[in-house]
Every structure is written in structure tokens, then in C-alpha cells.
């Protein structure tokens, strides 16, 4: 079954990332942001060599996101930056495995991604397994 690993951010934990100073988090080196590069490739490279591997993307800073909605019945087009504390989706992975624990071992390796102390203090991650046709929505 496929699964979608949802990792998450916020624009200060992009700021950090990029060696901006952010109130009170910590500030990445470029040797953690390359740290955490590597470690990111070599999950990837060991999923991709099991066939697990179906999917995967880091997203852009939220500033350069856009949200359609509906506000009123009117739909409204805003533009980010989005306040520091919201979390938006950071990067995701589509994983063809055996199962959902499976699937929760691949997100438990994410949590060891590499970084300043207290970088992931509140770092959130989801599985969901996806859907091959309507009938398997559970709704």
C-alpha cells in the first residue's frame, strides 16, 4: 500500500535553516544545514534502493506560498508570508511498503534528521495512507 509522509515547518524554521536569526530558535551553521542535506539524501537513497521509494519534495519557504479560499462565498487569493507559528507542509514522501508500521519506522527516521539542539523540539510529522479509487476513502 502507498503512504503519504507529511513532514512540517514554519517560515522560521526556514529562516533558521538559512542562518536568519529567529526569536527563539535556534539559528542553523551551513555545516548543520549540509548535515541535515546528507542525511535527507541517504534516507532517500536506502528507499529508493528497498523499492519503497514512490515520491518525494522539500517545498519552498512559506513566503513564496499562495492560498486560495473562500471567504463569504467570495474566494480570496492571499499571497505569504505566513505568521511565524503556523505550520505549513514542509516536504512530503510517497512510500510504497508493507504496512502501516512500516511506514511509521520510514517517518521515525525523519526524526533523526540532524540539526542544532532543540531544531525539532515540536517537529510534527503525518502518515496517511492514500486511496486507489474512491471505494477505500472510509468516509
Known amino acids: 500500500m502507498k503512504y503519504l509522509i507529511l513532514a512540517y515547518g514554519s517560515q522560521r524554521d526556514y529562516d533558521a535553516m538559512s542562518g536568519r536569526p529567529t526569536s527563539g530558535g535556534p539559528t542553523w551553521t551551513p555545516e548543520e544545514f549540509e548535515a541535515m542535506g546528507a542525511y535527507m539524501e541517504k534516507l532517500n537513497g ?29 474566494i480570496v487569493v492571499t499571497d505569504g508570508p505566513y505568521a511565524e507559528t503556523q505550520e505549513v507542509l514542509a516536504g512530503y514522501w510517497v512510500v510504497d511498503c508493507d504496512s502501516y508500521d512500516r511506514a511509521t519506522e520510514i517517518a521515525q527516521r525523519l526524526m533523526h534528521v540532524p540539526g542544532p539542539k532543540d531544531a525539532y523540539g515540536d517537529a510534527v510529522i503525518d502518515i496517511r495512507p492514500i486511496a486507489e479509487s474512491r471505494h477505500e476513502m472510509d468516509l
Open 46 to 74: 536506502d528507499l529508493a534502493e528497498s523499492g519503497e521509494l514512490v515520491e518525494t519534495r522539500g517545498l519552498t519557504a512559506p513566503v513564496h506560498a499562495r492560498r486560495v479560499h473562500q471567504r463569504d462565498g467570495e
